[in-house]
């Protein structure tokens, strides 16, 4: 059983349409983090929260700590969207060294 | 740069050899953690360090792989007698902070990938 699970596991939108992504976790955590990953390339940090709302542009990340649930949601989406976005915890007591619990993924492919 | 540095960026060996993947994490970042990341898959957790205490190497998955963190700063992951299913791409993050349970943000370095003919 994984502590993260995202949905969907594939999104495909088409250009300037509000997308919407999920993450459940089932541990007790001190931060979430929303992490996109473009083909071929690094991973890049884009929120990591605690609880609230985060807005950075037109990407908006929300956390409701007690039904254990995050979204990231993107307005007006564009084709340089397109990449994999991995939601990731941070659990309050870590067992091992493994300081992240990591989902594994959405991708997202925006059609002009 | 700024970032966390990995090098090289692709390797290419025989199985049977022995690879070194080099990351030089933000100077600062006292936490240093080591992912492997197979083709369409997630992210699986190797090795963490956090300043000078000793290593978390409870994610390694064989006697084969070893890393250490010199001075704090830059980390080496070795594999020895590498095998085909070693073939991932080997993920380096760096963080501000980790004290036991509160993480900071993560930067992660562009991959070393690596593939074993």
């Known amino acids: 059983k994984n502590e993260v699970e995202q949905s969907p596991q594939n999104l495909t939108a088409q250009e300037g349409e509000f997308i919407t992504i999920n993450c459940s976790y089932s541990?007790?955590?001190?931060?979430l983090h929303w992490l996109q990953q473009h083909p071929g390339g690094g991973i890049v940090s884009l929120f990591m929260?605690?609880?609230g709302k985060k807005k950075h542009g037109r990407l908006i990340a929300t956390i409701n700590i007690q039904e254990k649930h995050s979204s990231l949601h993107i307005t007006a989406s564009h084709p340089r969207d397109s990449a994999v976005y991995i939601c990731?915890?941070?659990?309050?007591?870590?067992?091992?060294?493994?300081?992240?619990?990591f989902g594994t993924g959405t991708s997202l492919t925006v059609i002009p | 740069g700024a970032g966390v540095s990995q090098s090289p960026s692709n390797k290419v060996t025989e199985k049977g050899k022995d690879v070194e993947l080099r990351c030089d994490p933000i100077?600062?970042?006292?936490?240093l953690y080591w992912y492997r990341q197979s083709l369409g898959q997630g992210l699986e957790f190797l090795i963490y360090f956090q300043g000078n205490s000793a290593p978390d190497k409870s994610g390694l998955p064989s006697d084969r792989f070893s890393a250490e963190r010199t001075g704090g700063s830059v980390s080496t992951l070795t594999i020895q007698r590498t095998q085909q299913e070693d073939s991932a791409v080997y993920l380096c993050?760096?963080?501000?902070?980790?004290?036991?349970?509160?993480?900071?943000?993560?930067?992660f370095g562009e991959g070393s990938r690596l593939t074993v003919l």
């Open positions: 541990v007790g955590i001190s931060a």
């Open positions: 993050a760096s963080s501000p902070r980790s004290r036991g349970w509160h993480t900071g943000e993560l930067f």
């Open positions: 100077s600062g970042h006292t936490a």
């Open positions: 990731a915890v941070s659990p309050l007591a870590p067992n091992t060294g493994n300081q992240f619990y």
């Open positions: 929260l605690s609880s």
